[in-house]
C-alpha cells in the first residue's frame, strides 16, 4: 500500500538553528499539506499545495518558515531560525487532485528544538 | 471560525466494551468530516471518512455517524480489544481548499 514518506523522523537542534523536513506524497496526489501537531492537541495546518502552488498558507509563521515543492511532487519545510517553541511533530499529508478526498498522513517529524 | 471538540479528553474501558467517542463543531456548513487514530509518537490513520449529504460510514466495528444540523458526530467502537488503546481525532473540512480542522483528540484505553 502506497505511503507518505517523511525524513527525518526526529530531529533534536538548538535554538537559532536551521531545520529542513522533507515530504513525499502517495504518487499521483496532487494536494499536500504541512501540518504541525503540539503534544496534546490536534494539528494545525501550515500550509497547503495543490501541485506546485501555495493554496493556503495563513497560519504559516512566514518570518521564520518556509515551505517549496518546486516540481509538484515532494516538499520541503524549512524553519530559520528555530525556536523553543517550534517543538512539535510535523506532519505531512496528501489527497488526490479534489479537496472532498480523504487525506493520508506520513509518520510525522518530531523536533525538539533546545 | 470553525471549532471542533472532543469530548471526554480521556477514556478508559474494560475489553469487550461497547463505546462512543463524541465530537461537535461550531459552523455546520462542512464539507465533510474524518476521523483518525494516532498511535504515541506517530503519524494518522485514517479510519472514516462522512461527506456531508452522508448520515454515516461503517468499516469492521467501526461506525461513525454525522448530523451537521446539531454539529455533531459519534464514532462508535463495538467489542473494543486492547489494540484499539490510542488517540483518536475527529476532523472536519469547512472551506473548498481541504483544509482539516481537527479536535483536540480522546485518549482511549482498553484494559484486558
Known amino acids: 500500500e502506497a505511503e507518505v514518506a517523511q525524513s527525518p523522523r526526529y530531529k ?3 535554538k537559532s538553528q536551521a531545520v529542513a523536513f522533507w515530504c513525499d506524497p502517495i504518487s499521483g496526489h496532487a494536494t499536500l ?3 504541525r ?3 496534546g492537541q490536534g494539528p494545525e495546518l501550515l500550509v497547503q499545495f495543490q501541485d506546485e502552488s501555495v493554496v493556503d498558507d495563513s497560519q504559516l509563521p512566514k518570518d521564520r518558515f518556509s515551505a517549496e515543492r518546486l516540481k509538484g511532487v515532494d516538499s520541503t519545510l524549512k524553519i530559520q531560525p528555530a525556536e523553543l517553541g517550534d517543538s512539535a511533530m510535523y506532519l505531512c499529508a496528501s489527497s488526490l487532485v479534489s479537496s472532498q478526498e480523504t487525506q493520508y ?3 510525522g517529524t518530531r523536533l525538539l528544538v533546545l | 471560525k470553525q471549532e471542533v471538540t472532543q469530548i471526554p ?3 478508559s474501558v474494560p475489553e469487550g466494551e461497547n463505546l462512543v467517542l463524541n465530537c461537535s463543531f461550531t459552523d455546520s456548513a462542512i464539507y465533510n468530516l474524518q476521523w483518525f487514530r494516532q498511535d504515541p509518537g506517530k503519524g494518522l490513520t485514517s479510519l472514516l471518512l462522512i461527506q456531508s449529504s452522508q448520515r454515516e460510514q461503517t468499516s469492521g466495528r467501526l461506525n461513525a455517524s454525522l448530523d451537521k444540523s446539531s454539529g455533531r458526530s459519534t464514532l462508535y467502537i463495538a467489542a473494543s480489544q486492547p489494540g484499539d488503546s490510542a488517540t483518536y481525532l475527529c476532523a472536519v473540512r ?3 481548499t ?3 480542522i481537527f479536535g483536540q483528540g480522546t485518549t482511549l484505553q482498553v484494559k484486558p
Open chain 1, 12 to 14: 533534536i537542534t538548538e
Open chain 1, 33 to 35: 499539506y504541512w501540518y
Open chain 1, 37 to 39: 501537531q503540539i503534544l
Open chain 1, 105 to 107: 498522513f506520513g509518520p
Open chain 2, 9 to 11: 479528553a480521556a477514556l
Open chain 2, 94 to 96: 469547512s472551506g473548498n
Open chain 2, 98 to 100: 481541504g483544509k482539516l
